[in-house]
């Protein structure tokens, strides 16, 4: 109940396109879903979070959709950029620690 | 600076060694997080402490691993008589209470030969 799922595990997509990644979870008691960036050999950079009480939030070209009925949630990253190329984690939290998912490896094509 | 910072940023050890970590956080954030992450998988949380007070430890955290926040600034984290399953970045968060972001450090790459 602890566990976050996310896909694909790995994305290409062209300069210019829509990334999508998608994560489910199945405690309810979550109450904050961070998207964190990775670049190889750096720690994860927080990139966006949403709380349930919003279904969608936007901050340049990155978008977070909340679904809080069906317990997921998607990061969009608009005008893909190969400066985007990185792994990318959504995770849950609930006042405590954070619960990872596995991560996606988007790699944006030029 | 002031993010997250530890040190080192790299180690290489033998099996049955031990190893120590720092971490310092972002200054005023009283809430601290040690994560491990493995090769192509997401961070697994170890422990947090909220000030000096460690207040979770994960099943991951055997006897041979041991944290400390010594007057709830910078920490510690001591892995003793290291096997090769430990190589892993060991990576440190923190965050302020009431304030749910957590920032984390570099990371510190612990390869055991």
């Known amino acids: 109940q602890q566990q976050v799922k996310q896909s694909p595990q790995s994305l290409i997509v062209q300069k210019g396109g829509i990334s999508i990644i998608n994560c489910a979870y199945e405690?309810?008691?979550?109450?904050?879903f961070p998207w964190y960036q990775q670049f190889p050999g750096k720690g994860p950079a927080l990139l966006i979070a949403i709380r349930p009480d919003v279904s969608e939030k936007k901050e340049g070209r990155f978008t977070i959709s909340f679904n809080k009925s069906a317990k997921q949630f998607s990061l969009h990253i608009m005008d893909s950029q190969p400066g985007d190329s990185a792994t990318y984690f959504c995770a849950a939290n609930m006042g405590q620690n954070f619960v990872f998912g596995p991560g996606t490896r988007l790699s944006v094509l030029p | 600076d002031t993010g997250v910072s530890q040190d080192p940023r790299h180690k290489i050890t033998k099996r049955g060694q031990n190893v120590t970590f720092r971490c310092d956080p972002i200054?005023?954030?009283?809430?601290l997080y040690w994560y491990r992450q493995t090769l192509g998988q997401g961070p697994e949380f170890l422990t947090y402490f909220q000030n000096e007070a460690q207040l979770e430890k994960s099943r991951l955290l055997s006897d041979r691993f041991s944290a400390e926040r010594p007057k709830g600034s910078f920490s510690t984290l001591e892995i003793q008589r290291t096997e090769q399953g430990d190589s892993a970045m060991y990576l440190c968060a923190s965050s302020r209470t009431g304030y749910t972001e957590a920032f984390f450090g570099q990371g510190t790459r612990l390869t055991v030969v």
């Open positions: 200054s005023e954030h009283n809430r």
């Open positions: 405690n309810t008691a979550f109450d904050y």
